[in-house]
């Protein structure tokens, strides 16, 4: 019997698919359906069929899986955000453990050991940067997260990963927009004002309050910076980012300090970091020193090695590698980043890096071509992974380990087969909860060099920037 759209069904979960949801069979096909775990005997509604499965909706659970627990966030039903909420904390790691080794085996064809997820002892309240599109009417400004696979913003007042602070800030906005009248931007239309609201928040609780407008100034900014300054008890830091850009990358490619620090102080695996609204840092400061405790131990650098760290963003990584290696050379598209990197290695007393602006995919093939020979490649791409150029001039270069960090599993898989079959082995996949209540993971892969063999490092200059910079402002590394 075929499926029709509105059709229900009793069918058994019997997995997870990649993004969290319930994988049922009818027949030999597989029914997608969002929020149903595996082992669970539920009732389906069909609401889409494609010739070789079908996407559902829940009816009715008619047996529920002990892993399941009541969502405690009101916005659940509605925000496209935190897709995990409905299983135990445990039950998520095991789901994030086995999207990575599905993987790792069906994409990658490799048999690497996928160890246990590593997770937080409190998984809420941990992001330390939060992002929020802005719809509505001047009248009713909204200001939240998009519904799931949707533009439409729904208001959120309270966000469960975020911290109190940081909803004060988005609650002052709505007032200010309310009070002066500022139209929130229109995406169909291209009009209004208000695209995002961005907040950073160091460990030590200090607020940085971003902007980003479809402009090039901010009407009343006087007036918002009194009633965050009143409400906002750690404000240091309130900015505008224009972006008049269609389409909906978030943040503009300069920004300009209205009032208080041009950037945000900050700590991580005991290095300081100074960073800008464009800097990338990673959102949750105690997974991301396990992340990069675990890259640092899987590289197994001492004296006498050296390291390239590529897409490097504000020098996290490197400083970490520097500490161990003899030399570092870090590589970065967003000049904003590169500036950033530089100035935390000089704030804290790192000598033997540097780093280059410009595009992996450009930069490291012509390093590997003047003579450069790392010891260890440390990668930490986009979603979209590594580029073939970049791939390549790692073989050629042939380090001894390459460490690949990476928020997609799938990418990483392609990119790790390609290395594996330039002759590396995968000895070992590390998985980090760093997006906790979601379906997302970090994840760090150790590959080992089947025929390494010492090199002679040819050192790479700071004046080697001029050599490889891109025109323009590029985009993020994440």
Not at 40 to 67: D, N
Not at 132 to 148: F, R, W
Not at 375 to 381: E, K
């Amino acid at each position: 019997m075929e499926l029709r759209k509105n059709q229900q069904l009793d069918v058994t979960v019997e997995s997870f698919g990649a993004q969290g949801e319930g994988v049922a069979k009818w027949n030999g096909m597989p029914i997608f359906i969002p929020c149903a775990l595996p082992g669970e005997q539920i009732r389906v509604h069909i609401v889409k069929t494609e010739k070789r499965f079908a996407f559902g909706k829940i009816a009715e659970i008619l047996q529920p899986s002990p892993s399941r627990v009541t969502p405690p966030c009101p916005y659940y039903s509605q925000c496209g955000g935190c897709s995990c909420q409905h299983m135990t904390y445990d039950a998520q790691l095991e789901f994030k453990r086995m999207q990575v080794e599905n993987c790792m085996r069906h994409i990658a064809m490799l048999d690497v050991p996928v160890l246990p997820v590593l997770g937080m002892d409190d998984p809420w309240h941990y992001r330390n940067k939060i992002s929020m599109p802005v719809s509505g009417t001047s009248e009713a400004p909204l200001i939240g997260y998009y519904a799931s696979r949707s533009h439409r913003v729904i208001d959120v007042n309270h966000c469960m990963t975020a911290s109190e602070a940081s909803d004060r800030v988005f609650s002052v906005v709505r007032r200010w927009m309310k009070a002066e009248k500022i139209a929130p931007y229109q995406e169909e239309t291209h009009r209004g004002l208000i695209r995002h609201v961005m907040v950073r928040e160091s460990r030590k609780g200090e607020i940085m309050a971003v902007m980003i407008i479809n402009a090039r100034q901010l009407p009343h900014a006087d007036s918002l910076l009194s009633m965050l300054r009143r409400d906002v008890p750690k404000l240091v830091s309130l900015c505008v980012s224009p972006n008049e850009k269609k389409g909906n990358v978030i943040l503009g490619d300069e920004y300009t300090v209205l009032w208080g620090k041009e950037r945000l102080e900050d700590e991580l695996c005991g290095n300081r970091f100074s960073l800008s609204p464009l800097s990338f840092f990673q959102i949750n400061p105690t997974q991301t020193e396990k992340l990069y405790r675990t890259a640092l131990d899987f590289a197994g650098l001492d004296k006498g090695k050296t390291a390239a760290d590529l897409y490097c963003g504000a020098g996290t990584i490197s400083l970490l590698l520097a500490g161990k290696a003899d030399h570092v050379t870090g590589v970065e598209i967003v000049p904003d980043a590169i500036r950033d990197a530089r100035v935390n290695a000089k704030a804290n007393g790192v000598n033997n890096v540097d780093y280059i602006c410009g595009a992996a995919e450009t930069v490291m093939p012509e390093l590997v071509r003047k003579g450069m020979r790392p010891d260890v490649v440390v990668l930490d791409p986009p979603r979209k992974g590594a580029e073939s150029s970049v791939l390549q001039a790692i073989l050629q270069c042939a380090p001894e380990k390459v460490v690949y960090v990476s928020c997609n599993p799938a990418t990483q898989a392609r990119d790790c087969r390609i290395l594996c079959d330039g002759g590396y082995h995968a000895v070992c996949c590390q998985p980090v909860d760093m997006f906790c209540q979601t379906s997302n993971v970090e994840t760090v892969v150790c590959l080992s060099n089947k025929n390494a063999k010492p090199k002679d490092y040819v050192e790479i200059g700071v004046d080697a920037e001029d050599y490889y910079r891109i025109k323009g402002s590029g985009k993020g590394s994440k």
